[in-house]
Nanobody
Framework: QVHVVESGGGLVQPGGSLRLSCAVSGNIVKIDAMGWYRQAPGKQRDLVAGISRYGRPIYVDSVKGRFTLSKDDTENTVYLQMDSLKPEDTAVYYC???????????????WGQGTQVTVSS
Protein backbone atom coordinates (compact mmCIF):
# COMPACT_ATOMS: atom_id res chain seq x y z
CA GLN A 1 0.00 0.00 0.00
CA VAL A 2 1.19 3.50 -0.85
CA HIS A 3 0.41 6.69 1.04
CA VAL A 4 0.61 10.17 -0.49
CA VAL A 5 0.36 13.05 1.97
CA GLU A 6 0.42 16.74 1.03
CA SER A 7 1.05 19.64 3.36
CA GLY A 8 1.83 23.34 3.26
CA GLY A 9 -1.35 24.92 1.92
CA GLY A 10 -3.01 27.93 3.48
CA LEU A 11 -4.14 31.52 3.08
CA VAL A 12 -1.68 34.03 1.66
CA GLN A 13 -1.90 37.56 0.31
CA PRO A 14 -1.26 38.30 -3.37
CA GLY A 15 2.47 38.42 -3.99
CA GLY A 16 3.16 36.05 -1.14
CA SER A 17 4.73 32.59 -1.10
CA LEU A 18 3.87 29.09 0.00
CA ARG A 19 5.75 25.81 -0.15
CA LEU A 20 3.83 22.59 -0.66
CA SER A 21 5.27 19.22 0.28
CA CYS A 22 4.23 15.75 -0.83
CA ALA A 23 5.58 12.74 1.02
CA VAL A 24 5.19 9.26 -0.45
CA SER A 25 5.55 6.15 1.69
CA GLY A 26 4.82 2.45 1.47
CA ASN A 27 6.12 -0.58 -0.39
CA ILE A 28 7.81 1.45 -3.10
CA VAL A 29 10.59 0.21 -5.32
CA LYS A 30 10.92 3.51 -7.14
CA ILE A 31 8.88 6.52 -8.26
CA ASP A 32 8.71 7.09 -12.00
CA ALA A 33 7.06 10.50 -11.99
CA MET A 34 5.73 13.07 -9.55
CA GLY A 35 3.55 16.05 -10.19
CA TRP A 36 1.28 18.73 -8.82
CA TYR A 37 -2.21 19.39 -10.12
CA ARG A 38 -4.79 21.94 -9.05
CA GLN A 39 -8.53 22.23 -9.20
CA ALA A 40 -10.43 25.46 -8.72
CA PRO A 41 -14.17 25.43 -7.92
CA GLY A 42 -16.20 24.49 -10.98
CA LYS A 43 -13.13 23.68 -13.05
CA GLN A 44 -11.29 20.54 -14.06
CA ARG A 45 -8.13 19.32 -12.40
CA ASP A 46 -5.11 20.51 -14.39
CA LEU A 47 -1.39 19.85 -14.28
CA VAL A 48 0.68 22.62 -12.69
CA ALA A 49 4.16 21.09 -12.67
CA GLY A 50 5.69 17.65 -13.02
CA ILE A 51 8.94 15.75 -13.20
CA SER A 52 10.00 12.29 -14.25
CA ARG A 53 12.63 10.33 -12.37
CA TYR A 54 15.54 11.45 -14.53
CA GLY A 55 14.02 14.46 -16.26
CA ARG A 56 13.71 18.18 -15.71
CA PRO A 57 10.62 19.85 -14.28
CA ILE A 58 7.91 21.02 -16.64
CA TYR A 59 5.47 23.81 -15.84
CA VAL A 60 2.20 25.10 -17.17
CA ASP A 61 2.72 28.53 -18.78
CA SER A 62 0.73 30.39 -16.14
CA VAL A 63 3.19 29.48 -13.35
CA LYS A 64 6.51 29.60 -15.21
CA GLY A 65 8.97 31.85 -13.43
CA ARG A 66 6.87 31.83 -10.24
CA PHE A 67 6.67 28.17 -9.18
CA THR A 68 9.60 25.80 -8.68
CA LEU A 69 9.28 22.04 -8.39
CA SER A 70 11.98 20.03 -6.66
CA LYS A 71 12.28 16.53 -5.28
CA ASP A 72 14.27 14.45 -2.88
CA ASP A 73 14.52 10.91 -4.22
CA THR A 74 16.05 9.59 -1.01
CA GLU A 75 13.03 10.81 0.96
CA ASN A 76 10.42 10.15 -1.76
CA THR A 77 9.26 13.73 -1.38
CA VAL A 78 8.36 16.38 -3.93
CA TYR A 79 8.03 20.10 -3.23
CA LEU A 80 6.34 22.99 -4.97
CA GLN A 81 7.70 26.42 -4.08
CA MET A 82 5.11 28.99 -5.08
CA ASP A 83 6.17 32.64 -5.24
CA SER A 84 4.45 35.79 -6.46
CA LEU A 85 1.11 34.15 -5.85
CA LYS A 86 -1.96 35.52 -7.57
CA PRO A 87 -5.67 35.20 -6.73
CA GLU A 88 -6.07 32.99 -9.80
CA ASP A 89 -3.73 30.45 -8.17
CA THR A 90 -6.44 29.73 -5.62
CA ALA A 91 -7.34 26.05 -5.82
CA VAL A 92 -7.00 22.69 -4.13
CA TYR A 93 -3.56 21.37 -5.00
CA TYR A 94 -3.10 17.63 -5.44
CA CYS A 95 0.06 15.56 -5.56
CA UNK A 96 0.17 12.74 -8.09
CA UNK A 97 2.78 10.00 -8.23
CA UNK A 98 3.42 7.09 -10.56
CA UNK A 99 5.16 4.34 -8.60
CA UNK A 100 6.59 0.87 -8.94
CA UNK A 101 5.41 -1.11 -5.95
CA UNK A 102 7.25 -4.13 -4.61
CA UNK A 103 6.32 -7.17 -6.69
CA UNK A 104 4.29 -5.18 -9.25
CA UNK A 105 4.48 -5.71 -13.02
CA UNK A 106 3.58 -2.13 -13.89
CA UNK A 107 3.39 1.30 -12.29
CA UNK A 108 0.39 2.50 -10.32
CA UNK A 109 -0.94 6.03 -10.12
CA UNK A 110 -1.72 7.53 -6.70
CA TRP A 111 -3.25 10.83 -5.59
CA GLY A 112 -2.99 12.71 -2.34
CA GLN A 113 -5.98 14.11 -0.50
CA GLY A 114 -5.31 17.67 -1.64
CA THR A 115 -4.35 20.85 0.17
CA GLN A 116 -6.18 24.17 -0.14
CA VAL A 117 -4.29 27.23 -1.36
CA THR A 118 -6.14 30.53 -1.10
CA VAL A 119 -4.63 33.76 -2.39
CA SER A 120 -6.62 36.73 -1.18
CA SER A 121 -6.18 40.12 0.43
Amino acid sequence: QVHVVESGGGLVQPGGSLRLSCAVSGNIVKIDAMGWYRQAPGKQRDLVAGISRYGRPIYVDSVKGRFTLSKDDTENTVYLQMDSLKPEDTAVYYCNVDVWELGAMKTTDYWGQGTQVTVSS
